[in-house]
């Protein structure tokens, strides 16, 4: 694919968050996905929420999942955190107080450094008419759940201002399918419902995911979650070769920041999924970022 090679009028970087939505760590560092790594160390890190929209509303407001040190305080620490936004944005001279009053990330790249601010999100709980969506110049709900492909030929770049673009990529959620897999053959677990046309099957209880087992019936069949499991791995490796296409496709000044919004038990437990989990599991998610060229 071509580079979209723009004779950039700003300093500073273009931005994109790319999520994966519900990949915990050891799935991730299992698909040993060779090019993403080109963008740095993979660093095991904890989410500070157990579900997508929590989840995204942190990095929203810019907390980055977090590497969990002792002996520091928490405003201490996402304050020497939040600086890492300088290195990631190419400037100097932002902190964590910058953000105050709105405390919103995307409105201040919009309002304060004249950002072209973008999401594109998979997860119909993070469709456009959610709060979520402040301070976006555009905000996009994918058509489908499960094609981070159809989101890096949707980048636009422009000339005159730095991008963020949000990408919540959805290849790794429940049913952890690759996007040319019909949906007629994607695992079913009874009593889970992983992905919804409509916004009130998501709201009303799609990730509820704990089902009570009955005296006849075998909550968890451990063969089947191991082949989830590895329907996630898979969906991690496939995603480095559209991680490939990305890094094709943005101009120089860009860094990337790929991870995941939380976890995933696969029968560890006694838990499937994620949301009402207490789990390592569920908040250990993968973090890496760098420019690549
Ligand atoms: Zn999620």
């Known amino acids: 694919m071509p580079s979209i090679q723009t004779k950039k009028r700003f300093s500073g970087n273009n931005y994109i968050l790319v999520i994966f939505d519900s990949c915990r760590y050891d799935s991730f560092v299992a698909a040993k996905p060779k ?8 660093e095991a890190r904890w989410s500070y929420a157990s579900w997508t929209s929590p989840s995204h509303y942190n990095f ?3 907390l980055m999942p977090h590497s969990s040190p002792k002996n520091v305080y928490a405003s201490e620490y996402y304050k020497k955190d939040f600086l890492k936004f300088n290195e ?3 400037v100097d001279n932002i902190e964590f107080k910058s953000l105050v009053p709105k405390l919103y990330l995307p409105s201040f ?3 304060n450094l004249g950002y072209q601010t973008n999401a594109m999100v998979s997860l119909p709980v993070l469709n456009p008419r ?10 996009k709900l994918m058509d489908k759940h499960n094609d981070m492909r159809a989101m890096v030929k949707g980048l636009q770049f422009n000339q005159e201002k730095p991008s963020f673009y949000l990408m919540n990529v959805g290849e790794t959620h429940y049913p ?3 996007p040319d897999e019909p949906p007629d053959q994607w695992p079913r677990i009874s009593g889970v419902h992983g992905v919804f046309k409509h916004l009130d099957d998501e709201v009303v209880g799609g990730k509820l995911l704990v089902k009570k087992k009955s005296k006849d019936e075998k909550f968890f069949d451990n063969n089947r979650l191991e082949e989830l499991r590895q329907r996630q791995i898979k969906a991690v490796k496939y995603l480095d070769r ?3 296409e990305l890094f094709d496709t943005v101009p120089k000044n860009t860094f990337i920041t790929i991870t995941a919004d939380h976890g995933e038990l696969f029968g560890e437990d006694g838990y499937f999924g994620h949301g009402p989990v207490q789990h390592e599991k569920v908040f250990q998610v993968p973090f890496v970022e760098g420019k690549i060229r």
């Open 35 to 42: 090019t993403i790594k080109k963008l740095g160390k993979v």
């Open 176 to 178: 952890y399918a690759l």
């Open 242 to 244: 559209v991680v490939e």
């Open 130 to 139: 959610t709060v979520l969506n402040s301070g976006f110049d555009s905000y």
């Open 60 to 62: 929203m407001i810019g």
């Open 109 to 111: 790249l919009k309002e």
């Open 88 to 90: 990631r944005l190419g």
